[in-house]
């Protein structure tokens, strides 16, 4: 079993595009004669992820007609199953494995052109921590303009040493200027949503730093800042010490766009690690 779990938390970033396409120009939705053109650039499906173990990515494939994910590791095939006692967080459906070997949680947006997944197993030659994300469809990606999304969050913040896990929910908000090829975000209102009733955790917003984004769409960060837990619990608190985002701009016009984030809390000399996935629309 792999037990060089630090390496699983650095930037492991896997972007890879399965096809492209050629520029058009359509109009931003304005009035009359104040509309205004924007260019477009066509982008096909692509996937990419956040965290994974380092010498293997991430292997989870969802079942649309079955509603079963499927976790490859080292080779075995675990099925995850719908959650039953609690079926969703914050519009994330949520995936159980038989004996809790591995849990999930995965959101589509509206369109259906993308969706996100996170995976946590501490179960031990289960131990796998990460988020997968997708483009399902081809889309008119901008490359004139600006945009703002906004949606949800949900996260798993796991103990690599106890196996603990807490779910989080939150918002999510990510800002595109697709004049510079640029992103930045935020995650804000996070809460526990599976924490004792007597836990009155804080958790403080994720600031998502400046980033670039590639023609194809994808778009990678590598400064994440905030993200502290504080409360009774964890008091005085923890500190980020490392971060990074990914993601990619989906939907049929690049309307939505969906990724995942995966910051280490330190706190007092203990790693609690995060790892979250978005999905968000203008």
Do not use: W
Not at 102 to 107: D, F, K, N, W
């Amino acid at each position: 079993m792999n037990t060089n779990l630090t390496g699983l938390f650095l930037a492991v970033l896997s972007l890879s595009a399965c096809s492209g396409g050629s520029g058009s120009t359509k109009f931003d939705g304005g009035n009359g004669d104040n509309e205004q053109p924007v260019e477009t650039r066509t982008a096909g499906t692509t996937s990419g992820m956040v965290g994974g173990l380092p010498e293997e990515p991430l292997d989870a494939r969802y079942d649309k007609r079955n509603d079963v994910l499927t976790l490859n590791l080292r080779g075995s095939d675990v099925e995850l199953a719908n959650d039953l006692l609690v079926a969703e967080v914050n519009g994330f459906k949520t995936y159980r494995a038989e004996g809790n070997v591995a849990i999930a949680l995965r959101a589509a947006t509206s369109s259906g052109g993308g969706s996100a997944m996170i995976v946590y197993s501490r179960s031990g030659d289960y131990d796998v921590q990460g988020v997968e994300f997708e483009r399902l469809a081809n889309s008119e990606i901008p490359v004139t303009g600006t945009a703002t999304y906004q949606g949800q969050y949900a996260g798993i913040i796991g103990s690599p040493e106890s196996g603990a896990n807490f779910i989080i929910q939150g918002d999510a908000e990510i800002e595109t200027n697709f004049n510079d090829a640029l992103v930045s975000g935020r995650i804000s209102n996070r809460t526990l949503a599976n924490a004792d009733p007597g836990n009155t955790f804080i958790l403080n917003d994720i600031v998502l730093h400046e980033g670039e984004i590639n023609p194809d769409g994808t778009f990678i960060g590598i400064g994440v800042t905030g993200g502290q837990i504080v409360g009774d619990t964890l008091d005085p608190g923890s500190t980020t010490t490392t971060g990074s985002y990914s993601g990619a701009i989906v939907g049929p016009s690049g309307n939505e766009v969906v990724g995942g984030v995966t910051i280490n809390h330190d706190y007092q000399n203990v790693d609690l690690i995060e790892t979250g996935a978005f999905t968000a629309s203008q």
